[in-house]
C-alpha cells in the first residue's frame, strides 16, 4: 500500500504509514492512503521516470562534453558541431524535464 504526507507529497510503501514523514517530520496523521488507481499510476510510472532522470543526466554530459569541445577550438567545423551538440543537448533535457513535470501533475511521481 502506498501512503502519501499531505504537507510534503512524500510516497512511503508499507502496510501502515510511517511514525513521522522521513522527509518532513510530520507525525504518520498527515498521512493518507493512495487510492489502488492512484498507487498503480505511481507504480507503473516509476521506471519511466527513472528513466527520464537518466536521460537528463546524459544529456548534461553531452551538454559539458560539447562546451569542453567549442573551447579548445579545433577548427570551425568541429566547433559548430559542438555548437549544435550543445543545444540539442538542452532540448533532450528539457523534453524529459517537461515530462516529469507532466507525470507528477497527473499524480504519476
Keep these: 500500500m502506498l501512503w502519501k504526507c499531505s504537507f510534503c507529497g512524500y510516497l512511503h510503501n508499507g502496510s501502515d504509514a510511517p511514525e513521522k514523514c522521513p522527509k518532513?517530520?510530520?507525525p504518520k496523521g498527515m498521512y493518507s492512503?493512495?487510492?489502488e488507481e492512484d498507487a498503480k499510476k505511481v507504480i507503473n510510472s516509476d521506471r519511466t521516470n527513472?528513466?527520464?532522470?537518466e536521460i537528463i543526466?546524459?544529456?548534461m554530459k553531452i551538454k559539458n562534453l560539447a562546451k569542453e569541445g567549442v573551447e579548445i577550438n579545433l577548427d570551425p567545423p568541429c566547433?559548430?558541431?559542438f555548437?549544435?551538440?550543445h543545444g540539442e543537448a538542452w532540448v533532450?533535457?528539457?523534453r524529459s524535464k517537461a515530462e516529469i513535470a507532466s507525470h507528477v501533475g497527473k499524480g504519476k511521481w
Excluded: F, P, R, T
Design 24 to 26: 518532513c517530520g510530520n
Design 79 to 81: 566547433v559548430a558541431l
Design 92 to 94: 533532450i533535457k528539457q
Design 57 to 59: 543526466k546524459l544529456a
Design 33 to 35: 492512503a493512495l487510492s
Design 83 to 85: 555548437k549544435q551538440a
Design 50 to 53: 527513472d528513466i527520464h532522470m
